[in-house]
């Protein structure tokens, strides 16, 4: 059997070392699966806690939550409530004094065809005029308990927001802008003109 030359055991040495050596293994290579797997269970733990958590909450607690939600629903609701009922009488009491101008708008041509008859009656003690004059009375004092107001503003200074001018007059004695002759008496209901005095002003 040939022996190996010295050369041959050199290598056949180096070869052997180089086998049995390796490759040098990471630090930490073999621990890192086992890292991963956790951090993949701390991740999950927090989820799987708060499941339980959800499930063992207190019976008590979940109702008081309920309770309190319940209540504060119920609070917003009689708000809205009482807000729509404050406006719904609002609105029906604007509509009331809006329909009570009307009717008192229809009425003023009966009182002033009234007031006419009167001034126009040759007698004005006959019954004819007496029934006249009681009707009217009547009239007026409906008028005068629904809070309607006459304007009769001679002698007053003029009043664009009461007063339609419907001509001026020089008159001796009288400042400029003085009220001189009513032709129509205006009326009013509270602060709202439902007729403006027709009237004749000074210059």
């Not at 180096?14 to 290579?29: H, M, V």
């Not at 009570?100 to 004819?128: F, H, I, T, Y």
């Not at 006249?132 to 664009?160: H, I, K, N, T, Y």
């Not at 009461?162 to 009013?188: I, M």
């Amino acid at each position: 059997m040939t022996r190996p030359t010295p050369k041959e055991e050199a290598v056949r040495e180096q070869l052997r070392d180089r086998d049995g050596a390796g490759a040098p293994e990471e630090p930490g290579a073999l621990e890192r699966p086992e890292e991963e797997a956790a951090d993949e269970a701390a991740v999950a733990e927090p989820e799987e806690a708060v499941a339980q958590e959800e499930q063992e909450l207190d019976p008590l607690a979940k109702a008081q939550a309920e309770r309190d939600e319940y209540l504060e629903l119920a609070k917003r609701t009689q708000a809205d409530f009482e807000n729509y009922r404050k406006r719904a009488a609002k609105e029906m009491a604007a509509a009331g004094e809006r329909a009570k101008v009307g009717l008192v708008r229809d009425l003023l041509p009966v009182v002033d065809n009234l007031e006419r008859a009167l001034e126009s009656a040759e007698d004005g003690d006959s019954a004819l005029a007496r029934g006249v004059r009681l009707v009217l009375s009547e009239l007026q004092g409906v008028l005068a308990r629904e809070g309607v107001e006459a304007l009769e503003p001679a002698g007053e200074s003029f009043d664009p927001t009461f007063h339609e001018a419907l001509s001026t007059r020089t008159e001796d004695g009288a400042a400029p802008g003085v009220v001189l002759d009513v032709v129509e008496k205006g009326y009013r209901l509270s602060d709202t003109v439902i007729r403006p005095a027709r009237v004749v002003v000074s210059a």
